[in-house]
């Protein structure tokens, strides 16, 4: 009696595994395609912080304190997370940020133009918007989603504000009772479990490669080149450049390497050899170096992140490789939570 009255149980929480994964399949591809990864980050770094967070919260308060409480770490949580973001953009976009370092790039290229053979100075930009379209055409069409204009657009700005509340309701509504949930709804929750972990994994990993590389950086520039007399201008400016775009993986480090050749190249040309082999050793080499930190913590190989990484930036551009580590691990969390592997 007892198998047969289990049969049709089991029956719904297959179908609902079922479903809950082609749900969780169409809003990957909806993601990516729609251009949404910054929305959907930003929503899981507040959850995945809020739960962090909350978990700290006494078990002793009683359900009207417990709310306000939790509602009081999506505010702070959010409130922090944004005024980091626009303090760093400010920062960087201030007279003595970017446009500082566009105007010492312009005026190392304009050096460069009058020191190098003609056949080789009329291939530099001798403009800002020249430097930049030359970079759109060594970097892909893809890039130009990284631009200035892009990254403070509204929408850009609209998608990570609505991800951001978003993220905080779903982490309110991740500590609410749910003891009849329906096998779908577990299901559905279950997917969203191992995608919140998979991020918190991943993310952390990437903030290590991230500051791994900017530590890096800011020893050569900081510490070796000075040591022999030369002072690269500057230099904190561009080992924040390298944290921030470190985010990027693979297109952030092309970006702040040839920033730092070009400037190294205003010093002198052998400074501008030693910064490009030294970047060339360091840096080039992230895709291993993200490979082997993200891998430790999804317990992936090389090779695995490696084709996951260059598959979906095939597909979808510079979103797929971003979202790729995280996809990749929650994939295989899925997998490994079914006894697969």
């Given at each position: 009696m007892t198998p047969l009255s289990d049969s049709p149980l089991k029956t719904r929480l297959l179908q609902a595994d079922g479903i809950s994964y082609l749900l969780a399949v169409a809003a990957v591809l909806a993601?990516?395609?729609?251009?949404?990864?910054?929305?959907?980050?930003?929503?899981?770094?507040?959850?995945?912080?809020?739960?962090?967070?909350?978990?700290h919260l006494p078990q002793s308060m009683n359900r009207f304190a417990r709310k306000a409480a939790l509602?009081?770490?999506?505010?702070?949580?959010?409130?922090?997370?944004?005024?980091?973001?626009?303090?760093?953009?400010?920062?960087?976009?201030?007279?003595?940020?970017?446009?500082?370092l566009q105007a010492t790039i312009i005026e190392t290229l304009e050096g460069l133009r009058r020191t190098l053979p003609l056949q080789?100075?009329?291939?530099?930009p001798t403009t800002i918007e020249d430097l930049r379209q030359q970079l759109i055409t060594l970097l892909g069409v893809h890039v130009q989603k990284l631009s200035v204009a892009g990254m403070?657009?509204?929408?850009?700005?609209?998608?990570v504000i609505l991800g951001m509340v978003v993220g905080g309701m779903t982490a309110v509504h991740h500590f609410r009772a749910h003891d009849h949930a329906t096998p779908f709804i577990g299901a559905v929750r279950a997917r969203l479990r191992h995608l919140a972990t998979s991020f918190d994994k991943v993310v952390f990993a990437q903030v290590k490669i991230s500051g791994l590389n900017a530590a890096l950086t800011a020893v050569y520039l900081l510490i070796i080149l000075p040591l022999f007399g030369i002072r690269l201008p500057l230099a904190t400016i561009l080992v924040l450049l390298t944290f921030a775009v470190g985010m990027l993986p693979v297109v952030g480090n092309l970006i702040s390497n040839t920033v730092i050749v070009v400037i190294s190249l205003g010093i002198s040309f052998g400074v501008g050899l030693a910064s490009l082999l030294f970047l060339v050793v360091i840096h080039k080499a992230e895709y291993f170096m993200n490979a082997r930190i993200v891998g430790h913590e999804v317990q992936a190989?090389?090779?695995?992140?490696?084709?996951?990484?260059?598959?979906?930036?095939?597909?979808f551009g510079i979103p797929g490789l971003v979202a790729?580590?995280?996809?990749?691990?929650?994939?295989k969390a899925e997998v490994q939570a079914q006894g697969l592997i």
């Open positions: 993601v990516l395609h729609f251009h949404l990864v910054q929305a959907v980050f930003a929503g899981l770094a507040v959850y995945v912080l809020t739960l962090k967070f909350a978990c509602g009081m770490v999506v505010v702070c949580v959010i409130t922090a997370l944004t005024s980091f973001g626009m303090f760093g953009w400010s920062y960087i976009s201030s007279s003595h940020g970017i446009a500082a080789i100075a009329d291939i530099l403070v657009g509204i929408t850009f700005i609209a998608h190989t090389a090779w695995e992140l490696l084709t996951a990484m260059l598959l979906l930036e095939a597909v790729a580590p995280v996809l990749y691990a929650w994939l």
